[in-house]
């Protein structure tokens, strides 16, 4: 007799697993999915790639002989440098410029962050060969540059067609425009930085100043990077414009040398050839740096 109340337990029966009709117990065979026309694609693709190689090198057109002769030609090669040197300038200027704007755009001040949204409105609202031209000609306006007093005497003065020349209105128009995006990506970079770091770093007494070099610099350049490094690329691309202004930077050049040969087809690749070898320069610069601010990051 027992001296519980619960019902005896019956044995549970051991349970098999579920398997589809049919199995076998033997592991499921995983057919891919079939896509024929994804290789009807891929094959068309490739004919058009073969087709093109051929005809860049079949074609008589390309003129692969004179291009060869004046890739790598003296005034090509100064060119190139003068090319190299605009860019470097309009970055450097442009970038320190468009710091100082960006923070002007997120300050507490409401006129600081009006100049600043006036200077950005305006500066992406004019053509750049507008603005070229503009600094080319300030002579036409101010015949002397001055330093001294506000609405007082002068104390030192310039001459603006010798202080400001074509090269110097060239960089002052590159720097001055590319200010205006830089300011737009560093600001969009900051304000992608999470504000309870901030918070939680003002909370533990950290300066300010350190705040901002230790804490938020290095994680807005994550977002700050890849909008800079096309910027940058786009400028040294743009260089090209300053031709007008008989810059004798590397497209300006090869328009001289197929003016006087004409030679125009070899020459355009010439150039085409250097602004890619150029750019691909740049692209490997920024993989190194991006991968340099990435660490500690989990994408």
Do not use: C
Not at 104 to 121: D, I, K
Not at 268 to 292: D, G
């Amino acid at each position: 007799m027992t001296l519980t109340s619960d019902p005896p337990v019956e044995p549970v029966a051991e349970q098999t697993p579920h398997r589809p009709p049919g199995d076998d117990g033997t592991a499921p065979t995983v057919v891919p999915v079939r896509r024929p026309w994804r290789w009807v694609a891929v094959a068309a693709t490739a004919v058009v790639l073969v087709q093109f190689a051929h005809g860049l090198v079949t074609n008589p057109g390309w003129e692969w002989d004179v291009f060869a002769r004046y890739f790598a030609t003296d005034a090509i090669l100064r060119a190139v440098w003068v090319t190299l040197q605009l860019t470097l300038y309009g970055t450097v200027l442009g970038f320190a410029l468009g710091v100082v704007l960006a923070f002007m755009r997120l300050s507490e001040s409401p006129f600081l962050r009006a100049v600043a949204f006036g200077y950005v409105w305006a500066f992406r609202s004019i053509p750049l060969i507008v603005q070229l031209l503009f600094w080319f000609n300030l002579a036409y306006l101010y015949e002397e540059l001055s330093i001294g007093i506000p609405f007082g005497p002068a104390l030192y003065s310039f001459d603006t067609v010798g202080l400001v020349g074509a090269m110097s209105a060239a960089v002052l128009g590159l720097a001055l425009h590319q200010a205006a995006y830089a300011a737009e990506i560093v600001r969009g970079g900051i304000l992608a930085v999470d504000a309870g770091q901030l918070e939680a770093a003002a909370s533990l007494g950290i300066p300010r100043l350190r705040r901002l070099r230790r804490i938020v610099l290095p994680q807005a350049m994550r977002s700050i990077l890849p909008n800079a490094a096309n910027e940058i690329v786009s400028l040294f691309k743009g260089t090209s414009i300053v031709s007008v202004m008989a810059i004798g930077e590397l497209f300006y050049q090869v328009q001289v040398v197929y003016g006087r040969t004409g030679r125009v087809v070899p020459l355009l690749m010439v150039a085409t050839v250097w602004y890619v070898l150029l750019t691909t320069a740049l692209s490997v610069v920024q993989h190194y740096v991006e991968r340099h601010y990435a660490k500690g990051s989990t994408r």
